[in-house]
């Protein structure tokens, strides 16, 4: 199908709006042409060692001409992210990367703590948080509910991971049932009913090397889906800066770029 004008002018328009993408598996957003890659100088070893993807990995993104990847810098704290390199070239894209550490739900108590207790070493190499993930039905919450508590003690912020398969719960598994089951039959016709509703919510793409998608074409097909004009899309970008697992300084430098890029690419 061809591409028209106006459907070229908006996805480039996409590309270079601010994005801040809150949720995406490391493992989910490997590029195929890393994966070929990796095939291609990895395979014959028949073993995969991690020292090894990382590099080939890093050689990747190293060659990609346009944009930084800066996944973090062990000599800065979280608290002292080079923020301040999001000012002034803007042609010039930066991608900053943080990590959170997942819990799955079929772990045992003592290797959620043990997740936890890591996330707090590694608070210096970029890991800012936590995320609950896993079948929502699999374990019980008593399970992982002490590390939850060990987390929040240790002033480490927590996300969790919901609704991402269709199932039918019964009266005896939760008690309440009819919240659960609407969360768990999330449905993307639902974006616009919580859109309209004002609710915080932030598009992310889960996993661009499994859908073979990218942020900024997640940001196309929410305006070209539910018809949101630029303005309406750019304050949804926006939004996202305030959920961020982040300090006040953080967010101060990431409104700041939002507001510049809203005087560049609304005004026109
Ligand atoms: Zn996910």
Redesign the pocket.
């Known amino acids: 199908m061809e591409t028209s004008e106006a459907e070229k002018e908006m996805r480039e328009w996409c590309v270079a709006l601010p994005k801040v993408e809150l949720?995406a598996?490391l493992n989910g957003s490997v590029r195929n042409s890393t994966l070929l890659e990796l095939a291609k100088e990895l395979g014959d070893k028949g073993v995969i060692v991690f020292e090894d993807v990382k590099d080939v990995i890093m050689k990747r993104l190293k060659s990609v001409e346009d944009v930084d990847v800066v996944l973090f810098d062990s000599n800065l704290r979280n608290d002292e992210t080079p923020m301040s390199d999001l000012s002034g070239d803007t042609k010039r894209k930066k991608i900053y990367v943080r990590l959170l550490l997942s819990i799955d739900r079929r772990e045992t108590t003592s290797a959620a703590l043990d997740t936890v207790n890591l996330a707090m070493e590694m608070k210096d190499q970029g890991v800012i948080g936590i995320d609950l993930?896993g079948n929502p039905v699999v374990g019980e919450w008593e399970t992982y509910l002490p590390a939850l508590e060990h987390a929040k003690e240790l002033g480490i912020p927590t996300t969790i991971?919901c609704g991402?398969m269709k199932l039918e719960l019964s009266e005896q598994q939760v008690p309440n049932r009819k919240e659960i089951q609407a969360m768990l039959d999330f449905c993307p016709q639902r974006l616009a009913d919580l859109y309209n509703a004002k609710h915080p919510l932030s598009i992310c793409t889960?996993?661009s090397g499994l859908f073979s998608t990218s942020l900024s074409n997640e940001y196309y097909l929410v305006a070209s889906t539910f018809g949101l004009s630029k303005t309406e899309l750019f304050r949804l970008a926006q939004g996202a800066v305030e959920f961020v697992f982040a300090d006040d300084k953080v967010k101060k430098s990431l409104r700041a770029v939002f507001e510049r890029a809203a005087a560049e690419t609304l005004a026109s």
Request: charged fraction near 45%; aromatic fraction near 0%; glycine fraction near 0%.
């Open positions: 949720h598996h993930s991971h991402e889960d996993d």
